[in-house]
T-cell receptor, first 113, second 112 residues
Framework: SAVISQKPSRDICQRGTSLTIQCQVDSQVTMMFWYRQQPGQSLTLIATANQGSEATYESGFVIDKFPISRPNLTFSTLTVSNMSPEDSSIYLCSAVGPSYEQYFGPGTRLTVT | SQQGEEDPQALSIQEGENATMNCSYK?????LQWYRQNSGRGLVHLILIRSNEREKHSGRLRVTLDTSKKSSSLLITASRAADTASYFCATESSGSARQLTFGSGTQLTVLP
């Protein structure tokens, strides 16, 4: 299985600032995704991180708010821009393994004050 | 609306008992995956069942899939206190590019 790490594991940020979350996979993978899990809720897909091109966003999520980079097959970043308290969530990246299992990183717990 | 709906929302059992969680979904799928999440932690992948499979086992876990009813169940046998967690089903819809749609989750509490 793929081992996925995320940095930071948690952060407390002020309203109006931005935070960039890093995701590193220990092997080359074709598909990487970013999800959000609001407190007490299930996971919602934010976007597909495409290697070498713009991310594909799900309904309700836009590039200006959640810019994503994926410079190679093992690394991606998600930025949460101009944060508000409503952005307080756990943000998780995932990668698809060779048998289509999707593995998740440990998550980044973001609190916006 | 959610692709996957799980029931029950919460389940409390005694150690040693079996726990069954159900998941229903709406569209055709390529596969269905079950995950465990301990409080405040990341998701642990438990098992993947493909649309052409009906049952799969992994240790104390047994997953069934009924595509005609668009439903799946996760059975944990001989539960332990360490099994206490939230359990989510997630579906990969046919024609999707591997994106997963998650169910609402079942909170399982195993009492020692």
């Amino acid at each position: 299985s793929a081992v996925i790490s995320q940095k930071p594991s948690r952060d407390i940020c002020q309203r109006g600032t931005s935070l960039t979350i890093q995701c590193q996979v220990d092997s080359q993978v074709t598909m990487m995704f970013w999800y959000r899990q609001q407190p007490g809720q299930s996971l919602t897909l934010i976007a597909t991180a495409n290697q070498g091109s713009e991310a594909t966003y799900e309904s309700g999520f836009v590039i200006d708010k959640f810019p994503i980079s994926r410079p190679n097959l093992t690394f991606s970043t998600l930025t949460v821009s101009n944060m508000s308290p409503e952005d307080s969530s756990i943000y998780l990246c995932s990668a698809v393994g060779p048998s289509y299992e999707q593995y998740f990183g440990p998550g980044t717990r973001l609190t916006v004050t | 609306s959610q692709q996957g709906e799980e029931d029950p929302q919460a389940l409390s059992i005694q150690e040693g008992e079996n726990a069954t969680m159900n998941c229903s979904y709406k569209t055709s799928i390529n596969n269905l995956q079950w995950y465990r999440q301990n409080s405040g932690r990341g998701l642990v992948h438990l098992i993947l069942i493909r649309s052409n499979e009906r049952e799969k086992h992994s240790g104390r876990l047994r997953v069934t899939l009924d595509t005609s009813k668009k439903s799946s169940s996760l059975l944990i046998t001989a539960s332990r206190a360490a099994d206490t967690a939230s359990y989510f089903c997630a579906t990969e819809s046919s024609g999707s590019a591997r994106q997963l749609t998650f169910g609402s989750g079942t909170q399982l509490t195993v009492l020692p």
